[in-house]
């Protein structure tokens, strides 16, 4: 009874948190509303501010959904702004994606950089840094390939760069989708730990969270910060990106304007691996915080009695109530955002929330992970080094002494 005792306290204490992410959830969509109003009141029409913005895609391969992902881009209703594709190569199967889409949109600025750059051992950031170099205009924002957006999107994010205070705009993620048992568990942990998470962090304790997904930044905060070079060599560019913006003074700022991250095949197997990537990733950075994501997992606290003293009527009775309110409280969520998901998709909440839990121990007894095809060794900061399995394995070369192949269009 004693065990059960312990942890029907540590259930209850993850479901007050998990309560106040709901609560978090809903009033920053009532805030968001309330200062729309505010900046139509205070800035009408025809004071418009549309600057040109250069965006820059990265792209490694093909993604879910990646030709409409890639085309609401080029369908954005704003008057001034460019499109840069970036890749390492012409053997990249996104390249014939984003070839055909500039040839579908011929009176949109959309341009496709090629180049093999191995500044770092960040891939994403050494697909930037080419087209960083090449992009034209004062504002930049930064966009992954599985992000599907609506027409009003850089409208509306744009305009946080009024205050001339703000240094970066991050955007809600919702995870859209899910045709697959892979990609079921990964928009409902989307749109609920990671949503919640974000809008808990931004209204309660004024701490915005950015996500790589969206961002949208001034050339001379980026460079006054080191630029991108100076993220080449860490897994977690946005989240440093954003604390040095912070840093240095400027507000960071979380968007009400969502935006969708499209997983429709996922396998178990890519879910598993980026999360126990992303649980590794926040351990090095938060450490001893990284110890609240547990205790704030009550389904994996309410089924722990099961295991330790065995299926017993009260053990039952907790995990199921436990259950249930994290499945109501998830498809509320779910509403609440306008996500896709199905009902019957609910039930598959504390699974994942298991699933999540097991994996939270996976950082505390592995160094290495692996992402875009490389494995590497994460350090303090998410700092990055080569993890070399056998001897006939090379280091990769940095500093550009490998000649790189440019080729603009």
Known sequence: ?????????????????????????????????VKKR???????????????????????????????NLESFCKLDYPEYEVIFSLQNYNDPAYKVVKKIRDNYPDRDISIHVEHCNAGLNPKVNNLIPAYR???????????????????????????????????????????????????????????????????????????????????????????????????????????IGKRIHDMGKKVVVSGHMINNVNNY???????????????????????KYFSELLGNPVFMAFLPILIDGPSQWNLLLAGLVSSYKMAGDSLIGRRIGTDLKASSYLLSPVKDLLIGIMWFVPLLSTTVVWRGNRYIIGKDSLLSPCLLRPSHSVPILGGQIPPNRYQF
């Open 38 to 68: 505010d900046e139509a009141a205070t800035f009408p029409s025809s004071s418009a501010f549309l600057p040109p913005v250069s965006i820059l895609k990265p792209l490694k391969g093909l993604d879910d959904n990646l030709f409409d």
């Open 134 to 240: 090449t992009s034209k205009y004062p504002l930049i924002l930064i966009s992954d390939s599985n992000v599907l957006v609506d027409k009003n999107y850089l409208r509306e994010i744009v305009q946080e760069m009024r205050d001339p205070e703000v240094g970066l705009v991050s955007n809600l993620i919702r995870g859209m989708g899910g045709y697959s048992f892979g990609a079921v568990l990964e928009n409902l942990h989307m749109n609920s730990f990671v949503m919640g998470s974000v809008c808990f962090l931004d209204r309660f304790l004024k701490m915005p969270c950015v996500i790589g997904k969206s961002m949208l930044m001034r050339k001379r905060d980026l460079e006054a910060i080191g630029g991108l070079n100076s993220v080449k060599n860490v897994l977690a560019e946005d989240y440093l």
């Open 266 to 288: 996922w396998s178990i197997k890519k879910f598993f691996n980026r999360h126990t990537r992303w649980g590794k990733l926040r351990w090095h950075i938060g450490g001893a």
């Open 1 to 33: 009874m004693e065990v059960f005792v312990v942890f029907a306290a540590l259930s209850a204490l993850g479901l007050a948190a998990y309560s106040l992410q709901l609560l978090a959830v809903r009033s920053f969509g009532q805030a968001s509303s």
